[in-house]
């Protein structure tokens, strides 16, 4: 099984930003399938016996973002859709669950998420478009080595939170197993 494939069943939020990344690889690489293979996935696989599988997959999502014009910038379609999903996930947690927990964890990373879009290029994104590019943010700053402060960490561990308790919900409402009133 992919990676991917593993992740969106397991952990939507940790999908979206693998898919994030793998966007980006592809378009660092210029669209080339074999650049892709070569230098990204070969090296990652234990098994040679998943280059075909990984060959097929990349070579659509190539396809994907060429049909979708997004050589510079943008996410695929199914990215956007599974936000929409997760952002009336949120909206319906927030004010319909019976559960408090939600809206604690959510105003306490809500602060965090408004001062990120402030500070950023997302001002017409929802808080949970937000958080995500602020984790994708986090995680580019981990590849490059870069320090991130006390308090920028406690941000982020904030939004990581409030997505992670969402993710679960994702799953449950997936897997038909969410009431709203009792979640």
């Known amino acids: ?33 074999d650049k892709i293979m070569d230098s990204f996935v070969k090296p990652q696989l234990s098994d040679d016996s998943f280059v075909e599988a990984n060959r097929k997959w990349y070579a659509d999502l190539i396809e994907q973002m060429k049909a979708q014009r997004l050589q510079k910038a943008g996410h695929i379609l199914e990215i956007k859709e599974i936000l929409l999903e997760l952002s009336y996930l949120h909206n319906s947690m927030f004010s319909a669950s019976a559960d408090g927990k939600y809206k604690d964890i959510v105003n306490r990373a809500v602060p965090f998420i408004d001062e990120f879009k402030e500070r950023s290029n997302l001002k017409e994104m929802n808080h949970i478009e937000i958080a995500l590019h602020a984790m994708y943010m986090k995680l580019l700053l981990r590849l490059k080595k870069k320090e991130i402060t006390q308090e920028t960490e406690e941000a982020f561990d904030a939004m990581r939170m409030m997505l992670a308790f969402l993710s679960r919900a994702y799953k449950q409402m997936k897997s038909g197993d969410m009431n709203f009133m009792n979640n």
Do not use: C, G, T
């Open 1 to 33: 099984m992919l990676i991917a494939e593993q992740k969106k069943k397991e952990n939507i939020a940790e999908y979206i930003l693998l898919m994030y990344q793998i966007e980006d690889i592809v378009r660092s690489a210029e669209f080339d399938l």
